[in-house]
């Protein structure tokens, strides 16, 4: 059921457009505290422009995004990312070639002094710190000391909502987090989504998978040629009803949920 309070971000009249093209087009959309929305559409719809607007990627040509208050419309990335919002894209932004403490710590390094002078990476620091991460969200990696090539896509995944929360985020965007993932691990990743939800932490969720969605949204909304086109309730939800409001076969049926 999704949770009657205040939104933690609201984005209202929200345009992008890339010369010619309009790829978002006067959105409104909010989500609120331990809420997870859906956002939907096929590609191109807009659905990737948006998160990038409200993560500052992208900075919007109208409209206003704001985050706990305070407007964050033309903030750079890094400023967004430091009031609490985390974008977990589909490739991750994980460094292969780190263990998992690095990753955790990927920008924000932990160093201490060698010999009283000699800055190195606190290896063992980060390694401790991220560990208690993960045993905060029940995940377990036998070895902390492994690069992440070593290790399976739902563990990068894991390691990836690790580092948002240990860094206090206040909202998660996930973008495709089931994809190409076997079974078990999309399994653990709804379950991590769960468990964000449970911490009253807000997700905005990404997919084309209806599974998941149905298994984790508290509401869907639809974009469609920039667009929000629908906006369902868990309630009221269906595979059936979200695909055609997908591919724009139910603006004129009986079950429309139109905004």
Avoid at 22 to 50: C, I, M, Q, R, Y
Avoid at 105 to 126: A, H, Q, S
Wanted: hydrophobic fraction near 45%; proline fraction near 3%; aromatic fraction near 4%.
């Amino acid at each position: 059921m999704t949770k009657q309070i205040n939104p933690v971000l609201t984005a209202r009249g929200v345009s992008k457009h890339f010369g010619g093209l309009t790829a978002v087009d006067e959105v409104d959309f909010e989500v609120s505290a331990g809420e997870v929305v859906a956002l939907l559409g096929d590609n191109g719809a807009g659905k990737s422009t948006l998160i990038k607007c409200i993560s500052g990627v992208y900075r919007p040509e109208q409209g206003k995004v704001v985050f706990n208050g305070e407007d964050i419309t033309h903030h750079a990335p890094a400023d967004i990312r430091s009031r609490g919002i985390e974008t977990i894209y589909q490739d991750l932004a994980l460094a292969e070639n780190l263990d998992v403490g690095a990753n955790v710590f990927l920008g924000k390094e932990k160093t201490r002094r060698l010999f009283g002078l000699i800055p190195v990476t606190d290896d063992n620091y980060m390694r401790e710190e991220a560990s208690g991460a993960l045993d905060e969200l029940d995940i377990h990696i036998p070895s902390l000391k492994q690069k992440l090539v070593n290790l399976s896509g739902g563990q990068r995944q894991a390691v990836a909502i690790a580092r948002a929360m240990y860094w206090n985020a206040q909202l998660v965007i996930m973008d495709e987090p089931t994809a190409a993932l076997g079974v078990p691990e999309q399994r653990k990743v709804l379950a991590l989504i769960r468990s964000l939800r449970e911490g009253d932490i807000p997700v905005i969720l990404i997919s084309h998978t209806m599974h998941d969605v149905m298994a984790v949204a508290d509401r869907m909304v639809v974009m469609r040629r920039g667009r929000i086109v629908a906006n369902i309730t868990r309630a009221d939800a269906s595979e059936e009803l979200i695909v055609r409001h997908i591919v724009g076969s139910a603006e004129n049926g009986e079950n429309a949920v139109m905004i």
